[in-house]
């Protein structure tokens, strides 16, 4: 391994090797343990034979043979026992460490087997990168710990995909539609500039279109701050009535409705969340400019409704209009997704309404229900957090 100059190598504590060390100390501990205790009851359990030596004969009258010594039969035994033990404590000992030192050779070997599909794993998680996030860890084996993380590693490549992609998605999408405003409005001014008989009513005239167009690029870059903002979460809560939220956003629909000849049918009852005021309100704004908008016949309706469902707090905005499939509904969330229509920037908005409704309902924990209506139309509803 190296390391910077001047440094001392340290020793990896990988799983393995403390696998090994457990696995030898478990064994060094019982087996000491257990001669431990064998040798208490060895030396306290097993009977010591006491051995007298014989009583000496009667010699009276006899001739006396020359004394011989007599050994000491008194303490023999127990000196006999203490070497003994000695010996098998000696022999245990070794025995021991020759088990300790089998143990942990077995334990390294064990745990190298074991830990093999760790390794697989991570040999493969460091391989994938940005480019290659399709490739996945694609775990087999036992139905274990590491089969489990293996499989939530390949969910969370799933969800970096997808991630990487909508992000990919999104910046190509917004690039679009903000260059072709930028190309129309050049090519408007080099054309006008071009024409040298041009009158001063002529250049007021290219003003003018400059700054609707501008104030259009301006809507898209807020709608993208907007959605930008939802997606990152929410940093504070504060209680709220989408009853009022909503009510807010009535203000400036109704005469985009009255316009249009669309009858606007409320039920606007108390629902109390936990959430940021403003998006909540800009969440209500979109649902009913993108259900006045694209309302395209007169005499058409758009209902709002609020209040508690099933004890959460809810808001659902209906619509009548052209006839969605229900196949592209989920689609409309999308960022600069249109149904039926080409990207053009135009007066069928950014392409940014819903996608926002989306991130604002994900940032609240909100459940988005949406739904195509069989006669034409749109029906949303959200249903937040109880406060």
Request: hydrophobic share 45%; charged share 20%; proline share 6%.
């Amino acid at each position: 391994m190296r390391t910077p100059f001047g440094t001392r190598p340290t020793t990896r504590w990988t799983v393995r090797l403390r696998l090994t060390l457990l696995y030898g100390g478990l064994v060094l501990g019982t087996g000491a343990l257990l001669l431990g205790v064998t040798y208490v009851l060895m030396n306290h359990v097993l009977p010591v034979v006491q051995v007298k030596p014989p009583a000496r004969p009667d010699l009276r009258g006899a001739i006396t043979p020359p004394a011989l010594p007599i050994p000491d039969l008194q303490n023999k035994p127990e000196q006999q026992r203490a070497e003994d033990m000695r010996q098998f404590l000696t022999a245990a000992a070794l025995a021991l460490v020759l088990m300790t030192f089998m143990s942990a050779g077995l334990g390294w070997a064990v745990a190298g087997r074991v830990l093999r599909p760790l390794r697989m794993i991570i040999k493969t998680a460091r391989g994938i990168t940005a480019r290659n996030l399709h490739q996945r860890l694609d775990a087999r084996g036992p139905d274990d710990e590491i089969k489990d993380l293996a499989d939530t590693i390949d969910g969370l490549l799933d969800r970096l995909q997808s991630a990487f992609e909508a992000q990919r998605a999104f910046v190509a999408n917004a690039s679009h539609e903000l260059r072709t405003p930028l190309t129309f409005e050049r090519s408007l001014l080099e054309i006008t500039l071009a024409d040298p008989g041009a009158s001063a009513q002529d250049l007021r005239a290219v003003c003018e279109r400059l700054l609707a167009g501008n104030q259009s690029q301006e809507r898209v870059i807020e709608a993208l701050l907007t959605l930008a903002r939802s997606q990152r979460g929410l940093d504070q809560l504060h209680d709220l009535d989408v009853a009022k939220a909503v009510t807010t956003a009535l203000n400036s629909a109704r005469e985009q409705a009255a316009a249009r000849g669309l009858r606007l049918e409320t039920q606007l009852d108390v629902a109390c969340t936990s959430g940021d005021p403003t998006l909540v309100e800009r969440l209500a704004v979109n649902l009913l400019d993108n259900a006045v908008r694209h309302n395209t016949s007169r005499g058409g309706w758009v209902r709002i409704r609020t209040g508690l469902d099933a004890g959460r707090p809810t808001l659902c905005v209906s619509n009548s209009g052209p006839t969605i499939p229900a196949d592209q509904v989920d689609s409309l969330f999308e960022p600069f997704r249109r149904l039926a229509t080409v990207r053009t920037g135009q007066e069928d908005g950014s392409g940014l309404g819903l996608s926002i409704v989306a991130a604002i309902a994900a940032a609240h924990n909100a459940r988005l229900d949406a739904h195509a209506l069989p006669e034409g139309g749109l029906r949303v509803r959200i249903s937040f957090q109880p406060a």
